[in-house]
């Protein structure tokens, strides 16, 4: 009962510091372009390996970039790159020991649109980085002309599978959860701007209001006189027609 208890009482903490944790991994997947703008992996084939379209790689990387037109420089970018990576997973590594410890599906409980889609991301880890070192066995093996017996074959391509199959679900959950984000905001933005005209034409009513009241009084001064002079006009017909009538009334 007592640790039940207290893992309670730490969720709301933990939920609110693991942002600060996803920052690290953000920060990373930013740098080597793991998902695109919308928040979704970009890169099926191989996550954690991004996507140079929406890389967006720090000065250093940057300069290795630009000086990718030297070919003497090519070799040194291309080990910068790598050692950017293996910063990537070092640090990704932790984040993905950080929320396991917390727990998934605690953290998901409480967190906002980005965070969610980040953990998604990040509970998987272990699966995209078991498929790329398969991966990179496989090509490694087919370099060097060496072929894995019909049982290691399979089960190296069935675990490369495995981690891409894992990759193309999460990345239709990630356009499921935006489009419900996306359709939330649009409903909220909706209602804000349907309240706003309300206000607004409140408020031009109440000026309109105040700026008429004094003739809109007088008009109806007007038409009240108008029809009680009318009023008396047919009580005091010529003839005594009126008096008589009241006359009768009274017997």
Known sequence: GGGSAGKAAHVPAGAAGVTLVLN?????QEKIGVVGSDGVIANPTRPLAGSAHFA??????LVGTYTMLSKGRAAAAAVAAQAAQRGADG??????AVCSLLGFDNLRQYAPHADALTLGIVERYVDFKEG???ADTKAMFAAEGLVPTGPDRQA??????TAQATAVELAE?????????????AAAEAEYYKEMRRQKAAEADARLYKKDRSSLTMKERLEAKLKKEEMLARSFKPGGSSSGSMQEEEE
């Open 156 to 161: 190296i391509d069935e675990a490369i599978a």
């Open 24 to 28: 690290l991994w953000r920060a990373e």
């Open 91 to 96: 640090i990704m590594s932790r984040v993905f």
């Open 173 to 185: 959950a990630q356009r499921a959860m935006v489009a419900a984000a996306t359709e939330v905001a």
């Open 56 to 61: 967006k790689p720090t000065e250093e990387g």
């Open 132 to 134: 790329e070192v398969w």
